[in-house]
């Protein structure tokens, strides 16, 4: 069940028209939250999708597997100069692969080459990081950037879902950290090493999760996002 807290305002996203990239993953789980946000939401499959978005959403699924769907619809690079021109972007799980601009473990196709990613994000991220789907978990993160949703007692704590989620090994100058897993709230803590693995990041308009919001009703990091495409966080 949605805490009061974890709903949008259902006006905040009047106006706008959010594409959710529908290539692979839980797509429909994003384009429902921007909905109830007020938004217009939109399936991106193809380059001319792209246009009159005033933001996008790449979803969790495989990101190799979008990767590849990407170049196929001839999508990959249409989506890189967007994102270099300034496109706002949210990327969750695999979607935080995706704006990577570098990865730590990439995977590799029968000629050896690793995969690509549509960068963007100063970030260096693992793959699979926290497990694998056996060892998914569940915790409540301190998550930056969320004032807007303060009540009496604060700003409550982001329910976040990982699953085979990536972390976070580097970010750039520009890269602000917005959340942290500590070892002792992992489903796995000793792959933790004792360090804090970082789970949430921002760059100017781009945004990225390790976890998936979409799945636990929990609706104030899209709310994030929609703010920073109205330049309102």
Not at 68 to 85: G, P, T, Y
Request: charged share 25%.
């Amino acid at each position: 069940m949605t805490t009061p807290l974890s709903l949008p305002s259902p006006r905040v996203g009047s106006g706008l028209r959010i594409g959710v990239l529908a290539l692979q993953g839980d797509f429909r789980e994003h384009l429902h939250v921007v909905e109830t946000a007020g938004a217009v939401g939109v399936t991106v499959r193809r380059p001319a999708e792209l246009d009159g978005l005033d933001g996008l959403i790449i979803p969790g699924g495989e990101s190799t597997t979008i990767d590849k769907l990407a170049r196929a619809f001839d999508l990959r690079d249409s989506l890189r100069e967007r994102i270099q021109a300034g496109l706002p972007v949210y990327g969750s799980c695999a979607g935080m692969i995706l704006l990577a601009d570098d990865i730590a473990d990439p995977a590799t196709d029968l000629a050896g080459n690793p995969q690509q990613t549509f960068g963007g994000l100063d970030i260096t991220v693992r793959r699979n990081a926290f497990g694998r789907q056996r060892e998914s978990f569940e915790t409540d993160l301190e998550f930056k950037g969320l004032q807007f949703s303060a009540g009496e007692s604060g700003v409550a704590p982001v329910h976040a879902v990982f699953i085979r989620g990536p972390w976070v090994e580097r970010v750039g100058a520009g890269v602000e950290v917005l959340a942290q897993v500590e070892p002792s709230k992992a489903g796995h803590p000793e792959s933790l090493d004792g360090t804090a693995r970082i789970v949430a990041v921002r760059s100017g308009k781009l945004l990225a999760t390790s976890f998936h919001p979409e799945v636990t009703g929990e609706k104030r990091v899209h709310e994030l996002f929609i703010r920073m495409i109205r330049g309102e966080a």
